[in-house]
């Protein structure tokens, strides 16, 4: 089976290209300056010369902030870019999956976990971004799998990636000077990027719809953190660690019935984070 990976050269994209072709697939992995998706002309092209079976669409601006200073910019890649995905992805008969984010539940009026069955009108610009995409991927391709995706960190730093919870944790522990500080009203989970690339092969044969796709996490930011260290037995950093006063409230965690219903289960934030920190510390 031939899958396109879009975005191979970023945090997820690297990792999941690494895990198929580990597993036998026929990987395509186009860099930026070969397949640029915002451009229509090039992804047909792409298409009609390698005939991909599937789309894994990794590609996007995923830093939220930039998205928010640029939206022009942004709406090009994040939208544009997956719309002309989709439309190939119907030419030619593949299968597009697309990598969206638990930011669509964000200022939802309801508490978490969320299910995918709300009726969201997010606030930022890349939430906005995300749930149109999701949409208009629909429509042009209904056989589209939308997951979204929560925050992510990995044993493993590539060079020049984004930093995520591991390595802010990781600098926090070793440099007493940098702050352990982290909010209590805010919700949300938060997945090893392994475990979502090891249930990609399975969201590749789920039926065309939008699935929560992570770590269920019953505490908020400052608890998640306080119970992993008191299970590791942290002292010192117990001692520093604080709750951020200045975080706004926020609760975008997921219900992952729905995709375990297909037989995809995810281990819990805490305990993720705990194995992968008694591994890796
Ligand atoms: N990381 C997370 O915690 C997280 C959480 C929720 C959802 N997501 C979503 O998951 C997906 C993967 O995120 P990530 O963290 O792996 O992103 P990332 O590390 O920022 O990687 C983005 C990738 O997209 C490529 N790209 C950007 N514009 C492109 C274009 N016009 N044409 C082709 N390629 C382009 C980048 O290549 P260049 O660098 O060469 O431009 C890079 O390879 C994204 O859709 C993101 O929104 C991520």
Request: with cysteine.
């Amino acid at each position: 089976m031939k899958i396109l990976i879009t975005g191979s050269t970023g945090f997820l994209g690297s990792r999941t290209a690494a895990y198929f072709s580990s597993l036998g697939y026929e990987v395509q992995t186009p860099v930026h300056s070969q397949l640029d998706i915002t451009d229509k002309n090039s992804v047909n092209i792409w298409f009609r010369q390698h005939q991909p079976h599937a789309v894994i669409h990794c590609a996007a601006v995923s830093d939220t902030g930039r998205c928010q200073r640029e939206p022009e910019f942004s709406t090009r890649v994040n939208v544009t870019g997956s719309v002309n995905l989709a439309a190939a992805c119907r030419e030619f008969g593949a299968k597009l999956v697309f990598c969206s984010s638990d930011q669509v539940y964000h200022a939802s009026p309801l508490p978490g976990p969320h299910s995918e069955r709300e009726i969201l009108s997010p606030e930022t610009v890349y939430a906005r971004q995300k749930l149109l995409a999701e949409q208009q991927c629909m429509e042009i391709c209904p056989d589209t799998v939308s997951l979204r995706l929560s925050w992510m960190y990995s044993e493993t730093s590539l060079p020049g990636e984004h930093g995520h919870l591991l390595v802010s944790l990781r600098n926090a522990l070793t440099d007493a000077s940098l702050p352990l500080s982290w909010s209590d009203r805010d919700f949300r989970g938060i997945t090893g990027v392994d475990a979502v690339v090891k249930n990609l092969p399975a969201a590749l044969a789920l039926p065309g719809g939008v699935y929560n796709f992570g770590s269920g996490n019953d505490l908020d930011m400052y608890h998640t953190i306080r119970r992993v260290f008191e299970e590791l037995n942290l002292t010192d950093a117990l001692t520093r660690l604080t709750r951020n006063p200045n975080a706004a409230p926020r609760d975008i965690r997921m219900d992952g019935t729905l995709t375990a219903s297909h037989g995809i289960f995810f281990e819990s934030t805490r305990s993720s984070l705990l194995h992968c920190l008694k591994t890796c510390l």
